[in-house]
């Protein structure tokens, strides 16, 4: 027997849908149940016995077996045959997933069903909490659905409860970045958060190729310190935030009103078009549905906290709702959710985006996962003058979409920079200081002159180099060979800890 697709994409495949696939694929077939995972799609094989047919065959294994895909089943909602579907309900009203498929219908399409209010009965969970990461709880009485997805019907993303996501977040991350913290002394661990908070800057904005002024790195650097006062609900806080970081010949007062897009130049001049962002008219909505979702998951007890993060930051920079900042603004609001969740101490950052520009392809990877999956059902025109028009509806791309990857992502991007960022700065400056002591405890010499002398024979490698043994002729060889010594031992016994502790 050959492989037939069952499930979601079974339905999409029988009612000729364009719309993007979910990522889990389902299949029939002659030989032994095995789930095959790559890095785009998920397949679970199924045997020979689990075959469906129709409708409320392809829903019911659907909403029995699959992670939920919203953008998946609006499409086949508008579509599937609206009499078969109350029929397959109405022959088991209590049934759990005939009333997933009954709530979901509604939900995504705003139609009622010709179908009576289930009668009193125990509530089910609309998304199953071993698939997906759930959201708060609503209860909705006319099918007693507990509605815990993430967002709304108007802005949703949905996130898979992955083997890897569920590794991840049993690593404690948060605990680990406060032993670190709590081992180290105040006056250090100040200067370390000084010192990240610049360094996220920079690395923000490098990723986006620019290299700050003083004015715009200090503002950036203002905006971090104060991102869990951020209101991520109000369109004028953006507003504020994107004036802020931006050159102010770009400078917007409100969303943006132009069809925006992601290119790369060719050599005969043209543009390789890699992302196009929703349509001027659509942005509006989005982002009051997007804030919708911010407010909710700032709050939310059951959703991991950089789980959070990813939905929401990913989520803004694909609506792209400014010309120029998005970049930047969509790495602040990891920011800004960590604090507001309380997995960063108050007045602490971990600077993500540096884990980010160390692997720019990694990032680039996440983002592609994303727009290569909406981009062959959107239908532009672009002129010669880098005016692009979207011919067709395109809100139901944004509205829906999976962020499981941006999640295992940004959580491998915070994993990278306790371990180095935090780990290695305060190990660093822990050496340092206690180096410089050593030093001065060799030779009385004053403070600054003994840290240029560390920070020499740190870089180095443990000795002075000949060119600049020069600068210290007040020195004696025998007095610079015993503080190469002392500095090194330091540096070497805090690197045997740091693994030790990893």
Known sequence: MAATAIGLHGLIDALGLKTPAPVVRSEANAGTRRTVVTAERVLEQYPTRYATAGTAGNLRFAMRYEPIDLGALSAIFEKVDKSELEGWIRSEPTGIFARRA????????????????????????????????????????????????????????????????????????????????????????????????????????????????????????KALEKASEFDATRKEAFVQLQNAIVDPRYAQQDWRTTQNYVSQMLRDYSEDVHFVCPKPEDVGGLMNAWMNLEARLETSGPTDAIVAAAAAAFGFVFIHPFEDGNGR??????????????????????????????????????????????????????????????????????????????????????????????????????????????????????????????????????????????????????????????????????????????
């Open 102 to 221: 009954w709530y979901l219908y509604e939900f995504l399409t705003g139609r009622t069903l010709d179908i009576p209010d289930l009668i009193p009965s125990g509530y089910v969970e609309l998304l199953d909490a071993d698939l997906h990461i759930v959201g708060p709880t609503t209860q909705v009485r006319r099918q007693r659905i507990n509605d815990n997805l993430l967002g709304t019907r108007d802005y949703c993303p949905l996130v898979r409860r992955t083997e890897a996501l569920s590794n991840l977040m049993a690593l404690d991350l948060a605990g680990e970045a406060r032993k670190i913290m709590e081992s180290c002394d105040p006056a250090i661990l100040a200067r370390a958060v000084h010192y990240f908070f610049t360094k996220e800057t920079r690395s923000s904005f490098a990723i986006e190729g620019e290299v700050p002024g003083k004015e715009r790195t200090a503002r950036f650097v």
């Open 329 to 502: 603004i969509h790495r602040f609001l990891v920011h800004h959710m960590l604090a507001k969740r309380g997995l960063t101490p108050e007045g602490i950052l971990f600077p993500v985006s540096a884990a980010m520009l160390r692997d720019r392809g990694a990032y680039d990877r996440v983002l592609e996962e994303y727009s290569s999956s909406i981009f062959p059902f959107i239908d532009y025109d672009l002129d010669k003058a880098g005016q692009m028009t979207v011919r067709n509806d395109t809100v139901r791309l944004y509205r829906y979409f999976d962020a499981t990857a941006h999640a295992e992502y940004l959580y491998r991007c915070i994993e990278d920079t306790i371990r180095r960022d935090l780990r290695d700065e305060v190990g660093f400056l822990k050496v340092f200081d206690g180096a410089v002591q050593k030093a001065m405890e060799i030779v009385d010499m004053p403070d600054r002159r003994a840290a240029l002398l560390v920070r020499l024979i740190l870089q180095n490698k443990g000795k002075l180099s000949g060119a600049n043994r020069p600068s210290f002729p007040e020195l004696r060889d025998e007095e610079v060979h015993r503080m190469e010594e002392a500095v090194w031992r330091m540096w070497e016994a805090e690197h045997a800890k740091s693994d030790e502790d990893a």
